[in-house]
């Protein structure tokens, strides 16, 4: 156990102290009494040619599917969720739409890479301790592996920020793999919010997508830099919206424009202007991560 991380060897033992027995490198799968187990989870890195297959297969042990488990979750989250994936800036597009329902009045339950690295573990766990019952919102990062677990859960917003080549070493070093996890969110999606440079991998599968970008024509949501103001532009006809504002702004680079999808996000759920406005939840955010 002490070759994890000091906070994986902070689970581990939580876990014993609820019951769980843990082995480590355990091959002697004929010592456990297989009648007493009735259903089995394997990890997805567990590759099909190790032992524990062959075990379940001939004991005819039920597998339980990441499908399976993912019903599960959606059935057990009795919130509104707000689901963000993609490449770069999910962590902080997360933070920030979180800052902005607070603003607007909501109790946000927030989930993001800062929280853990195992964010599927952290969802699990947050369920478990009622965090979706005293909350009136979930705002979830939803990185390529916890998409698993989660590709059933039916997201009120989803936010896709960008697709570029990353973690190919996890997908047989194919973009097209790496893509297909991402896209997940395109069915789950009540409303889908895209960053203009997914449009090529998104448009086959739903035409009703609200981009945002810094200025195309494409976008109905665009934002742009003046004297330390982020301006946002908006026109999406669909949901009857239409207006402009802006907000303090300090930071570039692909900050500016997750924070131009998180807004997008919050006009869409029906947050009001005056919200993503006040105490400045945008510039809030962002200084902690400059200080982070």
Known sequence: MNEFPQKVQETLKIMENEGVEIAFDFDNFESLKSEEIGYAYVAPTVPLNAPVWKFLAEKNIEVLSNEYISNIINELLEIDTVGI???????STTHTVAEIFRAAGYNVWSCSSRMGNLLSEVIIDGIVNGLHKSNDVAVLELPHGTSRLMSKVELKVGIITNIFPDH????????????????????????????????????SFRDDVIYYCHEHELCKVQGNMENGLLNINYNIPELGLEGNFNTPFKLRGYYFDNSIGAAAAALAYGISEESIKKDYPILKVLKGIWNT
């Open 168 to 203: 190919l070493d996890e997908f047989d070093y194919s973009m097209e793999k790496y893509v297909e996890r991402k896209l997940f969110i395109t069915q789950s999606s009540e409303i889908l919010i895209s960053g203009i440079q997914c449009k090529e991998n998104i448009e």
């Open 85 to 91: 994936t993609g490449t770069l800036g999910k962590t």
